[in-house]
């Protein structure tokens, strides 16, 4: 039988300096909270080569030594771990045996890991949950084996092994559901963040008329869909710019290699783009913003995650702009704290930018602040204290 008060949370993240990591840490903080002391065990080598990381009283970052090179053999030993996870096993195993927890808590872990620690904790008497947050389709191109192995590995864990673990921190609305329906003792937290600071919500004018300024923040990759907004915005700003579309996080040259425009042509069209830069760059982005844009195809892996920018835009109050496909954006309530559409064509995101054009700055900044008021009630972190110690005694 583990330590009643130690928690091993295991999973691919580090530091909370990204999304994995700071959905991570925000749980732990609530198990810390009610009383448990957590080790991060770190499935991904530290930046600083450092080992172990006692990044805050009762929390420890436990990073797996750097295991492979870049030849050919220590590529092709990595790729075998990814799939059966023989050398992170070896080292979860150790920091179980060296830490003692009562429970282990796995982050959307493939596929190995879950079925051998289902097992192995079963037999010490260990309490196993699994926290999950995404769901793959299967990928149409696959560049590399992963692309192949990673969708159907994490499909046949959430169908065959979580329900044997019965125990599931979901992510979304739909995970919540499918694991209910599974029997499981499910406890539902979206991204969640500390909200304990008032903010200020006020309109920024970047010109001296009248323009309303949207943000994406991130890098579309094959989730987020950018380029039909932007088409939009060509079409509304083609006199002169009443939209404002301000871009981070996608790789400068790529964005106007797809465009086949040049920078000029595309700031003519109310849409600047930045590129890559630092996380309190883009806060800056987003003070100024009076919606986020978060457009995906209507397909499986947008309901059953959760855009952590999602949550974050509205806890800063920022209203969300975004498509029905049936995931995080059914929390929110049309023209009272985010705007939704039904689909992301063109035509339909011009009709629905000419409707909120329509809208008065006092209009505006009332669905900012319904977004920051149903922020406060979904995504703060003291929201799921009660809720978390409820999960733990059902375990």
């Given amino acids: 039988m583990g330590n009643n008060n130690r928690v091993l949370y295991i999973g691919q993240f580090g530091l909370?300096?990204?999304?994995?990591?700071?959905?991570?840490?925000?749980?732990?903080?609530?198990?810390?909270?009610?009383?448990?002391?957590?080790y991060f065990a770190c499935l991904q080598s530290c930046v600083s080569n450092?080992?172990?990381?006692?990044?805050?009283?009762?929390?420890?970052?436990?990073?797996?030594?750097?295991?492979?090179?870049?030849?050919?053999?220590?590529?092709?030993?990595?790729?075998?771990?990814?799939?059966?996870?023989?050398?992170?096993?070896?080292?979860i195993?150790?920091?179980?045996?060296?830490?003692?927890?009562?429970?282990?808590?796995?982050?959307?872990?493939?596929?190995?890991?879950?079925?051998?620690?289902?097992?192995?904790?079963g037999r010490k008497g260990i309490k196993i949950v699994s926290d999950v947050t995404e769901w793959y389709e299967k990928r149409k191109v696959k560049k590399n084996i992963a692309d192949?192995?990673?969708?159907?590995?994490?499909?046949?864990?959430?169908?065959f092994v979580d329900p044997k673990i019965g125990n599931i921190i979901a992510i979304s609305p739909y995970l919540t559901d499918f694991y209910i329906r599974k029997g499981c003792n499910v406890l539902s937290i979206p991204p969640v963040f500390?909200?304990?600071?008032?903010?200020?919500?006020?309109?920024?004018?970047?010109?001296?008329?009248?323009?309303?300024?949207?943000?994406y923040a991130g890098s579309p990759g094959a989730k987020d869909l950018i380029e039909p907004f932007v088409r939009a915005l060509m079409e509304i700003n083609s006199s002169e710019i009443k939209i404002r579309l301000d871009i981070v996080g996608i790789d400068?040259?790529?964005?106007?290699?797809?465009?086949?425009?040049?920078?000029e042509e595309l700031e003519h069209c109310g849409v600047f783009v930045h590129g890559r830069i630092p996380h309190d760059r883009v806060f800056e982005y987003l003070k100024k913003s009076d919606f986020s844009v978060l457009l995906r195809n209507n397909l499986r892996y947008a309901k059953a995650g959760f855009s952590t920018k999602f949550a974050e835009c509205m806890s800063n109050g920022v209203a969300m702009f975004a498509n029905k496909v049936g995931g995080a954006e059914s929390l929110i309530t049309n023209y009272r704290d985010g705007i939704v559409i039904k689909e992301c064509t063109v035509k339909d995101i011009v009709s629905e930018l000419q409707l909120i054009l329509?809208?008065?700055?006092?209009?505006?900044?009332?669905?900012?602040?319904?977004?920051?008021?149903?922020a406060l009630e979904l995504f703060s972190r003291d929201t799921y204290k009660q809720k978390m110690q409820q999960f733990i005694t059902k375990i």
């Fill in 93 to 121: 195993k150790k920091l179980i045996n060296e830490i003692s927890p009562s429970i282990v808590i796995l982050y959307n872990d493939l596929f190995c890991i879950s079925l051998f620690l289902n097992w192995y904790c």
């Fill in 148 to 159: 192949y192995f990673v969708p159907f590995l994490t499909d046949k864990r959430i169908r």
């Fill in 16 to 38: 909370p300096n990204d999304a994995a990591s700071i959905r991570v840490y925000n749980n732990a903080k609530l198990l810390s909270e009610i009383g448990y002391e957590v």
């Fill in 252 to 263: 400068y040259n790529f964005f106007l290699n797809s465009f086949r425009l040049s920078s």
């Fill in 194 to 215: 500390d909200l304990s600071a008032e903010i200020e919500i006020a309109k920024y004018n970047y010109y001296d008329s009248r323009v309303i300024n949207f943000l």
């Fill in 358 to 374: 329509e809208l008065s700055d006092h209009d505006i900044l009332a669905i900012r602040k319904g977004a920051r008021k149903k």
């Fill in 50 to 91: 450092a080992e172990i990381i006692e990044y805050e009283p009762s929390l420890r970052y436990l990073f797996i030594p750097k295991q492979y090179n870049l030849t050919f053999l220590g590529k092709i030993r990595a790729t075998l771990d990814l799939l059966i996870a023989q050398d992170r096993l070896r080292w």
